[in-house]
């Protein structure tokens, strides 16, 4: 029963006739864990927290960053450097002091997600990389739980809700991460502050909507967002019966571990330097210039970049251009070793691979891009 | 037949606008739309895991189109 205090508190959700005093009593007994306290995770948490849940779990192993401060509301420029669930659980026990905060300052990875989701009614899934959505998807079909969807690059953000039994699960959109390099994420393509700010809402609403019982959640519905048009659509998605995870005759049966694609270094090799066919590391390529060696080291990021950061005998094609300007530009070179560079090796693997498929057989990666050569190579090359 | 063909995510970067409209000839499947629109700009490894969807709804790639239809071709996102 709701004390008198927590009716006005809540008056203005509970005179909603579909939330009611019955609807905030669900609020009040649910779990909620918030997987990301990024750009998603901090609205969606907020919300949820002023909403009248129960418990909230918050599970991230990262600490704020100065880059994160433009769509991660919860931090300020006093936090960067502190741990995200820290800062976060002072935020929001401030805002509801009935609410039970559990902090888990760690990386949800394919080996801790079942036992780290195992206690909550309803995930919310606001991480930023492949490996944890997968995991966060196995662990929620194999547990049961409703994971509720939402992603963001540049001005597009898309959510769903993923309710085993009930309709499809992520591995039924995409039945597997995509290779390292295909996709960028918010730090290489960008990301505009306030649509993680639509999306992370939209996020707390499908949660709330679930918990109650009320409305019709985003089950077997993608909604696409075009904050640059303003418009929306949604793809009605099937749940596959074939799925790996959640079909009819499931082959994974426990989250699947892939390499973390925000770290494409091989296993072994991490903190080694290292000249292969197809990857070197920038201390290497920097040593190899320094040696006055020809090597054509081609920059791949976009012309405002190169201007805040570059390496002086690289030249500069963005990514985008590559196709169209590669064979009056390069064509000269399809014998030679080209190592392509960007911001953190993404975007880069992403050029060597297309590269590679048009003849350029010598092609090779600097793995972890100017970042990385900054941080190992060259310090007086500024980081951005 | 006439369709029309929406990018989302990586393709808007590659193709440098959200949509075209675009006059093909009869019976092609999705793929054979999407072998068309790429052309030289098709990355393999990207056609691998793009999701397909032809009036909004989820198809295999070798769904046929029809005059009319809208094709979209949505790669997954993972930012947060």
């Known amino acids: ?384 | 037949m006439a369709i029309t063909v929406k990018f989302f995510a990586n393709y808007r970067d590659l193709m440098g606008q959200s949509e075209i409209a675009i006059d093909t000839a009869p019976e092609l499947s999705v793929a054979d739309i999407y072998t068309q629109v790429l052309g030289s700009k098709a990355r393999p490894e990207l056609r691998r895991v793009t999701m397909f969807a032809v009036n909004e709804q989820y198809v295999p790639a070798d769904t046929l189109v029809h005059d009319g239809d809208r094709v979209a071709f949505i790669p997954p996102v993972s930012g947060g």
């Open chain 1, 1 to 384: 029963m709701l004390t008198p205090d927590e009716t006005a508190r809540w008056s203005r959700q509970i005179r909603l006739p579909q939330i009611g005093a019955d609807g905030q009593e669900k609020l009040a007994a649910a779990k909620v864990a918030i997987v990301g306290l990024g750009g998603l995770g901090c609205p969606a948490a907020l919300y949820l927290a002023a909403a009248g849940i129960g418990t909230l779990g918050l599970i991230d192993d990262d600490v704020v960053d100065p880059s994160n401060l433009h769509r991660q509301v919860l931090y300020r420029e006093s936090d960067v450097g502190q741990p995200k669930v820290v800062v976060a659980w002072q935020q929001i026990r401030g805002l509801n002091s009935q609410l039970r905060l559990m902090e888990h300052a760690l990386r949800l990875t394919a080996a801790n997600a079942m036992f780290l989701l195992a206690d909550y009614d309803l995930v919310i899934d606001g991480s930023d990389n492949f490996p944890t959505r997968y995991a966060v998807n196995d662990a929620c079909v194999i547990l049961k739980k409703p994971n509720v969807y939402g992603s963001v690059l540049q001005f597009e953000g898309r959510a769903s809700v993923f309710a085993p039994g009930h309709g499809p699960c992520y591995r039924c959109l995409y039945p597997s991460p995509p290779p390292t390099g295909a996709i960028p994420g918010c730090a290489d393509a960008g990301v505009l502050g306030a649509l993680p700010g639509m999306i992370g809402s939209i996020q707390a609403g499908e949660a709330i909507k679930l918990i109650c019982g009320i409305g019709d959640p985003l089950i077997g519905r993608l909604l696409m967002l075009d904050m640059l048009a303003m418009t929306t659509e949604q793809i009605q998605i099937p749940r596959n019966p074939n799925c790996a995870v959640c079909g009819d005759h499931p082959t994974i049966t426990q989250p699947v571990e892939y390499a973390d694609s925000c770290i494409p270094l091989p296993v072994g090799l991490a903190g080694e330097d290292y000249d292969l066919d197809d990857r070197m590391t920038p201390r290497i390529a920097r040593r190899r210039l320094a040696a006055g060696e020809r090597l054509m080291v081609l920059d791949v990021r976009e012309p405002f970049e190169a201007a805040i950061a570059s390496v002086p005998q690289a030249k500069l094609i963005p990514l985008g251009d590559l196709p169209q300007r590669a064979d009056s530009e390069l064509g000269h070179l399809r014998d030679n070793e080209i190592a392509v560079l960007c911001h953190h090796g993404i975007r880069s693997a992403s050029a060597v691979e297309w590269l590679r498929s048009h003849g350029f057989k010598r092609a090779k990666n600097i793995d972890g891009g100017i970042d990385r050569w900054s941080l190992e190579a060259d310090p007086s090359i500024p980081r951005y």
